[in-house]
């Protein structure tokens, strides 16, 4: 029977993980959008995206409710509160990072890397959960690592790589505070559900986690943006010439970019801002320079919540409420050391070439056999489920 409801839910974790994938890229494509800039920050995305979740969530709960469900079963007590907090700030952080990297690169591209975290869980879990590591482990960890390489390896006979393929320096910024984020938030599910109070169910559990990360996305959208203001961010003093004209003036209409340049005199190899300037002046320049998202760092929280343009919120949307279903899944199965079945939740990875191919995009064989690599990889480590037990964590608090 435990088998029986691991391969349920994982079938419909992957539809959701998978669904959520094609729908952030979706929305972050201008064709789908009306063929418009996308003009809304990832932060802006991410606030959406919990607001569609924790709807999604407050629904689930009060039919509980409605059904006869006692109230004391929402309160997960504090050991397992603290731990849904930190999932709640990681989550935040690594849904941004996910509406940042649909912007530039196809999901088949940075997906498989995202998850290299996978490789470690069964170490962690060892040390956490004292669960044993199995030989299908270090062999599935092999083929993990084969599956990751293998699209890379025509660069090394010789091949020129593709471009849109070639993961930039903040690409793989945000792949490692992505591994980070995910790898805590698995271990830490894990705490959550065996510190969690007697009764309490992952319904409760998935809408304190989004009340959460509503506070803290909600935060950052007050706060950066205040400190952009007041560090002023989009008004530098002086730019380096290249870094001004491919940040800046490359993605401003012409009125727009005859503005700047009557605002900035080139003098050597930097751009520097004209002395005498007023203030209606200055904070003209902001919002044009604003718009080109030059500081990457605070252009991710930039923007209002009530954008002219609604079609990318639809995909959002649409984003939360696989979202619910695959975080519900998540701390449905969490009573089991994670990684026995974290890994499996990414089987989706070996159809997404195929899935982007028939959206028109240059997927080629080489990437193709490095995601299906990687997904059998993944699935290794429940080739001997005949001879394996699945137990559960032991938890704190007894039904």
């Not at 959206?359 to 699935?379: E, N, S, Y």
């Amino acid at each position: 029977m435990e088998w029986l409801l691991l391969i349920a839910w994982l079938s419909i974790i992957n539809g959701g993980l998978g669904g959520q994938y094609i729908l952030n890229w979706m929305g972050n494509q201008p064709r789908f959008i009306g063929d418009k800039q996308i003009g809304i920050s990832p932060g802006v995305m991410t606030w959406w995206r919990e607001i569609s979740k924790f709807a999604w969530a407050f629904v689930a709960v009060t039919v509980e409710i409605a059904r006869g469900r006692e109230l004391k079963y929402y309160w997960p007590g504090y050991l397992s509160m603290m731990t849904i907090v930190i999932c709640g700030f990681t989550g935040v952080i690594e849904n941004i990072g996910f509406f940042y990297l649909p912007r530039y690169y196809s999901p088949h591209i940075y997906a498989p890397y995202v998850n290299i975290y996978l490789a470690f869980l069964p170490f962690l879990g060892k040390l956490m959960f004292n669960a044993s590591i199995r030989k299908e482990h270090w062999f599935g960890i092999g083929l993990v690592v084969l599956g990751l390489g293998f699209p890379h390896l025509p660069r090394y006979f010789g091949a020129t790589p593709d471009p849109n393929a070639v993961l930039d320096f903040s690409a793989l910024t945000w792949i490692l505070i992505i591994n980070a984020c995910l790898c805590s938030q698995q271990l830490l599910n894990n705490k959550t559900v065996q510190t969690v109070k007697p009764g309490v169910g992952p319904n409760a559990l998935v809408l304190w986690r989004e009340i959460w990360k509503l506070v803290f996305i909600s935060g950052a959208l007050i706060l950066f943006p205040l400190l952009s203001s007041a560090l002023d961010i989009n008004l530098p003093s002086k730019v380096e010439a290249k870094e001004f004209e491919i940040r800046v003036l490359q993605k401003l209409d012409d009125p727009h970019k005859s503005f700047l340049l009557t605002k900035y005199t080139k003098t050597g190899s930097d751009y520097v801002i004209n002395s005498g300037l007023s203030n209606t002046e200055k904070e003209t320049i902001k919002e044009t320079i604003a718009k080109t998202e030059y500081s990457r760092f605070f252009a991710l929280f930039e923007g209002s919540i009530m954008p002219e343009n609604w079609l990318p919120i639809l995909f959002v949307v649409a984003a939360g409420l696989t979202g619910y279903i695959y975080s519900f899944g998540f701390f449905k199965l969490s009573k089991f050391p994670a990684h026995f079945w974290v890994p499996y939740t990414n089987v989706y990875l070996a159809l997404l070439p195929f899935i982007m191919f028939l959206f028109g995009k240059d997927v080629t064989w080489w990437q193709v056999g490095g995601a299906v690599i990687t997904t059998a990889g993944l699935m290794v480590g429940v080739s001997d489920y005949s001879k394996n037990k699945v137990e559960e964590i032991e938890k704190k608090y007894k039904e």
